[in-house]
């Protein structure tokens, strides 16, 4: 009771101290026109820096820190007393008042026991005593509760959090980051990371954490537009662009990946449904074997070979002609771009224009030679006197030309920035026969005529990206993406073998962290296999493992087990958290949908918030939701171009449910001959289905359920 009055005191304090630095801060900012109004940059820099520490202020108020660590470093006399938060405060006087989580001495919090310790520091390892790790849950500014333990992963810590509702649980993460998450987040940004992670164990908020701390510990080195996240789809990119400016990194950039192809091809490209076409493979609408083969490396082969000859068809045949003279043909171009190296055929050709160009310069038989053709011109014509005239005229101009070496009208002669990177793909594809004759089990044919369909309804499906990609990237390179530093990929199990060979090739000064599980691999028809596929492209990646689950509880997770050891895909580890057994209950077809809106309402006169009723497909899906309005009951389906979801009672399919978490998941269907026991990709879906739910979760089905279900 004394260390909880004595916390609640030091809180007061601390507050007082937050509204002293944001006032100064204010008056900082106000007087600093006057001061630096001489020097702009200087200014923007000065007021931008201010107004940041005035903002991180306010975020903090209501609750400035999680965490306290009682820490004497060995060379020092004093004990620091730290108060660890989201953001760090330090006074006008340089005193810090609150730890930043992303400092070097917080990792103390996340990995050490009590007794010695030591952590890494820019100065080098600091090593000492830590005699206390306390946890302070502060709401509506005031300490509730306090809680010292020696581990942060002690259960009696992590109940708190695992047992939130699914709307609260993110805004807490930095409080429960567990050592094996903290270990990922701090890892070096020097380092290529692939990073296995079952359903539950964090990965995108581990992803979220990684890039908010290296943005923090490598703030004077890279600019925050230096760093970027990749989602899996807009969805995603509305629910990062909330959570970053809580973790002070809200400036790196945050794409899709069609979003990221759309921007550096720089055409419109309008892409198809990529939920549309997996919802068509699962009701059997859709058969594409070559799928496969267009997300593979085979495919950039295939298309390396159609570059090789397209280069020469790239510049006119003609050969640069002015006023009639022939300055230098077609194939002296192409000698010598040949011998020139660069990262792109558009740079290459450049360079060739300036070395032809310095050639033409200190060559004067070429002179000559222009002299000789003009003389022919001008004794060809009957009026001498007007020709001559005319003739040196065009002889002087042709000279001045000479001097500067026609680079002016070779490089225009050899520019091909008026070609449209769409036109060359469908001109690929239309030829695509001719280069990938040795290909063996691809129907090639079906493919050309599928995916010129699908160009002339100027549709791009997904698996087309990395090859047109591709395509702009050999003939203009990357300029503009090399300054890119670190990437974050999540959802990465759902990338073919190309993309991430185009990903590495386009942003190729920046280090990666992929995120993602291959048991929740839904896009198996593109995607990759087994993350060995990849580690070559990422310069010998180091692999990890998330293998605990902090979603559900362990008996939901036991039950999910059952599928992923079935996939041969090992499986997860719960953490210690009972919430009750899963039910499964048998209710005869007709009858189904009745029994899920009165389960659906005893849930939420329990006090439940989001609630899912998961299909494989939609065709029952609006049946159901009007019996949930019949029932006032407020529901909503959530659709394929649906980009948030608030919380509440839902209907959503099995694969628009990945990447989403719910208190209550009721798995509808759920019979085997709905959710095939042989096919992996059913066995996936009903796996991402199962993981979705924290608290409660029901199978309901008709004749058999899913036999790897049974008890």
Same mark, same amino acid.
């Given at each position: 009771?004394?260390?909880?009055?004595?916390?609640?005191?030091?809180?007061?304090?601390?507050?007082?101290?937050?509204?002293?630095?944001?006032?100064?801060?204010?008056?900082?900012?106000?007087?600093?026109?006057?001061?630096?109004?001489?020097?702009?940059?200087?200014?923007?820099?000065?007021?931008?820096?201010?107004?940041?520490?005035?903002?991180?202020?306010?975020?903090?108020?209501?609750?400035?820190?999680?965490?306290?660590?009682?820490?004497?470093?060995?060379?020092?006399?004093?004990?620091?007393?730290?108060?660890?938060?989201?953001?760090?405060?330090?006074?006008?006087?340089?005193?810090?008042?609150?730890?930043?989580?992303?400092?070097?001495?917080?990792?103390?919090?996340?990995?050490?026991?009590?007794?010695?310790?030591?952590?890494?520091?820019?100065?080098?390892?600091?090593?000492?005593?830590?005699?206390?790790?306390?946890?302070?849950?502060?709401?509506?500014?005031?300490?509730?509760?306090?809680?010292?333990?020696?581990?942060?992963?002690?259960?009696?810590?992590?109940?708190?959090?695992?047992?939130?509702?699914?709307?609260?649980?993110?805004?807490?993460?930095?409080?429960?980051?567990?050592?094996?998450?903290?270990?990922?987040?701090?890892?070096?940004?020097?380092?290529?990371?692939?990073?296995?992670?079952?359903?539950?164990?964090?990965?995108?908020?581990?992803?979220?954490?990684?890039?908010?701390?290296?943005?923090?510990?490598?703030?004077?080195?890279?600019?925050?537009?230096?760093?970027?996240?990749?989602?899996?789809?807009?969805?995603?990119?509305?629910?990062?662009?909330?959570?970053?400016?809580?973790?002070?990194?809200?400036?790196?950039?945050?794409?899709?990946?069609?979003?990221?192809?759309?921007?550096?091809?720089?055409?419109?490209?309008?892409?198809?449904?990529?939920?549309?076409?997996?919802?068509?493979?699962?009701?059997?609408?859709?058969?594409?074997?070559?799928?496969?083969?267009?997300?593979?490396?085979?495919?950039?082969?295939?298309?390396?070979?159609?570059?090789?000859?397209? #280069?020469?068809? =790239?510049? &006119?045949? $003609?050969?640069? %002609? +002015?006023?009639?003279?022939? @300055?230098?043909?077609?194939?002296?171009?192409?000698?010598?771009?040949?011998?020139?190296?660069?990262?792109?055929?558009?740079?290459?050709?450049?360079?060739?224009?300036?070395?032809?160009?310095?050639?033409?310069?200190?060559?004067?038989?070429?002179?000559?030679?222009?002299?000789?053709?003009?003389?022919?011109?001008?004794?060809?014509?009957?009026?001498?006197?007007?020709?001559?005239?005319?003739?040196?005229?065009?002889?002087?101009?042709?000279?001045?030309?000479?001097?500067?070496?026609?680079?002016?009208?070779?490089?225009?002669?050899?520019?091909?920035?008026?070609?449209?990177?769409?036109?060359?793909?469908?001109?690929?594809?239309?030829?695509?026969?001719?280069?990938?004759?040795?290909?063996?089990?691809?129907?090639?044919?079906?493919?050309? #005529?599928?995916? =010129?369909? &699908?160009? $002339?309804?100027? %549709? +791009?499906?997904?698996?087309? @990206?990395?090859?047109?990609?591709?395509?702009?990237?050999?003939?203009?390179?990357?300029?503009?993406?090399?300054?890119?530093?670190?990437?974050?990929?999540?959802?990465?199990?759902?990338?073919?073998?190309?993309?991430?060979?185009?990903?590495?090739?386009?942003?190729?000064?920046?280090?990666?962290?992929?995120?993602?599980?291959?048991?929740?691999?839904?896009?198996?028809?593109?995607?990759?296999?087994?993350?060995?596929?990849?580690?070559?492209?990422?310069?010998?990646?180091?692999?990890?493992?998330?293998?605990?689950?902090?979603?559900?509880?362990?008996?939901?997770?036991?039950?999910?087990?059952?599928?992923?050891?079935?996939?041969?895909?090992?499986?997860?580890?719960?953490?210690?958290?009972?919430?009750?057994?899963?039910?499964?209950?048998?209710?005869?077809?007709?009858?189904?949908?009745?029994?899920?809106?009165?389960?659906?309402?005893?849930?939420?006169?329990?006090?439940?918030?989001?609630?899912?009723?998961?299909?494989?497909?939609?065709?029952?899906?609006?049946?159901?939701?009007?019996?949930?309005?019949?029932?006032?009951?407020?529901?909503?389906?959530?659709?394929?171009?649906?980009?948030?979801?608030?919380?509440?009672?839902?209907?959503?399919?099995?694969?628009?449910?990945?990447?989403?978490?719910?208190?209550?998941?009721?798995?509808?269907?759920?019979?085997?001959?709905?959710?095939?026991?042989?096919?992996?990709?059913?066995?996936?879906?009903?796996?991402?289905?199962?993981?979705?739910?924290?608290?409660?979760?029901?199978?309901?089905?008709?004749?058999?359920?899913?036999?790897?279900?049974?008890?």
């Amino acid at each position: 009771m004394k260390d909880l009055e004595y916390e609640r005191e030091k809180l007061k304090k601390v507050e007082e101290e937050l509204e002293e630095i944001q006032e100064g801060e204010e008056q900082i900012l106000a007087t600093l026109p006057k001061k630096y109004g001489n020097n702009p940059v200087l200014l923007s820099n000065l007021m931008s820096s201010t107004a940041t520490k005035i903002t991180n202020i306010a975020k903090i108020k209501e609750k400035p820190y999680f965490a306290r660590l009682d820490f004497k470093e060995d060379k020092k006399d004093n004990k620091d007393k730290l108060y660890v938060g989201k953001i760090g405060v330090i006074d006008l006087d340089g005193k810090i008042v609150v730890t930043d989580w992303r400092a070097p001495v917080a990792t103390l919090y996340y990995d050490s026991n009590l007794g010695k310790v030591e952590y890494n520091a820019p100065e080098g390892i600091i090593k000492g005593e830590l005699s206390l790790k306390r946890q302070i849950i502060i709401k509506n500014k005031e300490v509730q509760e306090i809680f010292d333990v020696d581990s942060v992963s002690d259960d009696e810590l992590l109940k708190p959090y695992l047992g939130a509702n699914a709307d609260n649980r993110l805004k807490n993460i930095v409080a429960s980051i567990q050592g094996e998450q903290n270990y990922i987040i701090r890892k070096d940004i020097e380092k290529n990371l692939i990073v296995q992670g079952v359903a539950g164990s964090g990965k995108t908020t581990v992803a979220l954490h990684r890039i908010a701390y290296l943005m923090y510990n490598n703030s004077t080195k890279f600019k925050p537009n230096q760093f970027m996240v990749i989602g899996p789809n807009k969805f995603f990119i509305n629910y990062i662009s909330n959570v970053l400016p809580d973790l002070d990194a809200s400036n790196a950039i945050q794409v899709t990946f069609e979003e990221l192809a759309s921007n550096f091809v720089n055409e419109k490209l309008v892409f198809e449904d990529a939920t549309k076409k997996l919802s068509d493979i699962i009701d059997g609408k859709e058969d594409k074997d070559y799928l496969k083969f267009k997300s593979s490396m085979k495919y950039k082969k295939v298309l390396d070979k159609y570059l090789n000859t397209l #280069k020469n068809g =790239l510049i &006119s045949d $003609k050969g640069l %002609i +002015i006023n009639d003279v022939n @300055i230098i043909s077609k194939q002296e171009v192409m000698d010598v771009f040949n011998e020139t190296i660069g990262t792109s055929i558009a740079e290459r050709l450049e360079m060739a224009a300036r070395i032809i160009a310095n050639r033409i310069k200190i060559d004067q038989n070429v002179y000559q030679r222009i002299k000789d053709q003009m003389l022919i011109l001008e004794k060809a014509e009957s009026d001498i006197e007007k020709k001559r005239k005319i003739a040196k005229k065009e002889l002087d101009m042709l000279k001045e030309l000479t001097t500067t070496g026609f680079e002016k009208q070779l490089k225009k002669y050899v520019n091909i920035s008026n070609l449209k990177i769409l036109n060359i793909y469908k001109d690929f594809v239309e030829n695509v026969d001719k280069y990938a004759s040795h290909i063996e089990n691809v129907d090639i044919e079906k493919m050309k #005529k599928d995916t =010129l369909e &699908s160009l $002339k309804a100027k %549709i +791009i499906e997904n698996e087309d @990206i990395a090859a047109i990609m591709y395509i702009k990237y050999v003939l203009f390179g990357n300029e503009e993406y090399r300054n890119f530093k670190c990437v974050i990929v999540d959802e990465a199990q759902d990338f073919g073998k190309f993309s991430y060979y185009m990903l590495k090739t386009l942003l190729n000064n920046a280090v990666f962290s992929i995120f993602g599980d291959m048991a929740q691999g839904i896009y198996s028809y593109r995607s990759i296999d087994d993350w060995n596929e990849i580690m070559g492209i990422f310069n010998g990646a180091e692999f990890l493992r998330l293998e605990k689950s902090y979603r559900t509880s362990i008996e939901i997770m036991n039950e999910a087990n059952k599928i992923s050891e079935a996939m041969e895909l090992g499986k997860a580890i719960p953490v210690i958290r009972n919430a009750g057994p899963t039910i499964k209950t048998q209710i005869f077809k007709d009858k189904q949908q009745d029994y899920i809106v009165s389960r659906v309402k005893e849930y939420l006169d329990m006090g439940f918030k989001s609630i899912a009723v998961v299909y494989k497909n939609q065709k029952n899906m609006a049946n159901l939701n009007k019996k949930f309005k019949d029932n006032n009951i407020e529901s909503e389906i959530i659709y394929k171009d649906q980009e948030k979801y608030n919380g509440g009672v839902c209907i959503v399919t099995s694969y628009l449910s990945k990447g989403l978490e719910f208190d209550v998941v009721i798995v509808a269907d759920a019979e085997d001959d709905n959710y095939n026991s042989d096919s992996k990709l059913d066995m996936k879906l009903l796996y991402v289905a199962m993981t979705r739910a924290l608290h409660k979760l029901e199978f309901i089905y008709d004749k058999n359920i899913c036999k790897y279900l049974k008890d």
